[in-house]
């Protein structure tokens, strides 16, 4: 069975810095592709950032140059350091098992003016 857990949201001012993590079990993260995406209330679900199966990264406009996504082998767990956050960033955000419909229940980000 495949699980995927969220964790790391809190409340930041703007401008502060978040690390989300997801931890991976029933698939092997490394040689999966794995993405971030997040919903905000009232909008649909947008993707915020890949990582291939062969490490290759990408990211949405909005996102890039502050959001990093990257993963951690050996705890099969893929994270996502977001930085100079803004108001804009509030969602709750989900780990995903790219091409799949695996999805976690989500972190909730919550970035005050």
């Known amino acids: 069975q495949v699980q995927l857990v969220e964790s790391g949201g809190d409340l930041v001012q703007a401008g502060g810095s978040l690390r989300l993590s997801c931890a991976a079990s029933?698939?092997?993260?490394?040689?999966?592709?794995m993405g971030w995406y997040r919903q905000a209330p009232g909008k649909q679900r947008e993707l915020v950032a890949t990582?291939?199966?062969?490490?290759?990264?990408d990211y949405a406009t909005s996102v890039k140059g502050r959001f990093t996504i990257s993963r951690d082998n050996a705890k099969n767990a893929v994270y996502l350091q977001m930085n100079m956050l803004k108001p804009e960033d509030t969602a709750v955000y989900y780990c995903n098992v790219r091409y799949s419909d695996y999805w976690g229940l989500g972190t909730l980000v919550t970035v005050s003016s």
């Open positions: 029933g698939i092997i993260a490394s040689i999966n592709g």
């Open positions: 990582i291939s199966s062969g490490g290759n990264t």
